[in-house]
């Protein structure tokens, strides 16, 4: 056994997961209703969501700060959207 041999029995060091018995937290029912209704609706809410991105005026009216803000950041939206995710 060499100085970097600690271990004799790798198998005990193992961590795959049907070895570890993950916790389950007494919440983790929730947001189901909604979760599912999200899920069940996923088709629709993707066309109606594209639809009203595309309708929405950024920075009409607010302070100047807030309209530089939200400038700046459907700037960038479209920029990730367009050059990453390849739409438009």
Request: glycine share 8%; no cysteine; net charge positive.
């Given at each position: 056994m060499s100085?970097?041999?600690i271990h004799e029995d790798e198998d005990a060091l193992s961590?795959?997961?049907e070895e570890v018995e993950i916790p389950v937290s007494r919440f983790s029912h929730?947001?189901?209703?909604?979760?599912?209704?999200?899920?069940?609706n996923t088709l629709n809410d993707r066309?109606?969501?594209?639809?009203l991105?595309?309708?929405?005026?950024?920075?009409?009216?607010?302070?100047p700060g807030s309209e530089f803000n939200?400038?700046?950041?459907?700037?960038?939206w479209e920029t990730f959207w367009t050059s990453t995710m390849k739409k438009r």
């Open positions: 100085a970097f041999d961590s795959d997961p929730a947001g189901k209703e909604s979760i599912e209704l999200i899920i069940s066309k109606t969501s594209k639809i991105v595309m309708q929405v005026v950024y920075g009409q009216k607010g302070a939200a400038q700046l950041w459907k700037n960038r």
